[in-house]
């Protein structure tokens, strides 16, 4: 059966985040709209206010000031707007690149590793819940490396414990109990994880 494709339906899932650079994003409009605007509005309006000394034949020289000043004005908007934007996606985009970096470490085995986000950066509850993540995989390979240990004492003591003549029946039970308590104490660690199989059965 072939997978349905996704549509989103909920456009707003992180609220604050998205409010906060859609004002951002329509505030720059604003302002930049705003400076060219008043830019025509002033150079035209200081031009013919006065009806008096007023000539349609000036309009030619109204239009190219204009036209000059908007030469001047929309290329440093731009460059105003570009240094504004690259700011802003930087919020985002140094955290996403700092998660990209981690997780290859992590994949690696690094579980040491955790993310640190400077100050205003985005996407702290992120690297939070990621930190947390990579702290609770840590705890479970500590809990594995001790019960691994425990299953090397264990094999360790079987071939002393084989040489002697007579190995009395108390002895072998309480291999086999130590035994049974470290593979089901590695059973308990190994099946709190959900792995894709689980969803099969």
Known sequence: MAEKNFRRKIFLIKRGLQFRYM????MIMLISALIVGWSIYYSIWS?????ASFQYAELD?????????LFIRVPILVVFVSLFSLILSHKIAGPVYRFEQSSKKIANGDLSLRIKLRQGDELTELADI???????????????????????GIINQVPMTLKQDEIDEEEKERIILELTEVVTELKELTYA?????????
């Not at 004002?23 to 329509?26: A, G, K, M």
């Not at 031009?47 to 009806?51: G, L, Q, V």
């Not at 705890?139 to 240990?149: A, L, S």
């Open 130 to 152: 990621f930190n947390k993540m990579t702290e609770n995989l840590e705890t479970f390979v500590v809990k594995d490396r001790e019960v691994i240990e425990k299953v090397i």
């Open 23 to 26: 004002f951002s994003v329509v």
């Open 193 to 201: 994880f959900k792995v894709s199989q689980d969803k099969i059965q």
């Open 47 to 51: 031009k013919i206010a006065d009806p």
């Open 61 to 69: 020289t109204i239009w190219t000031n204009v036209n000059m000043l």
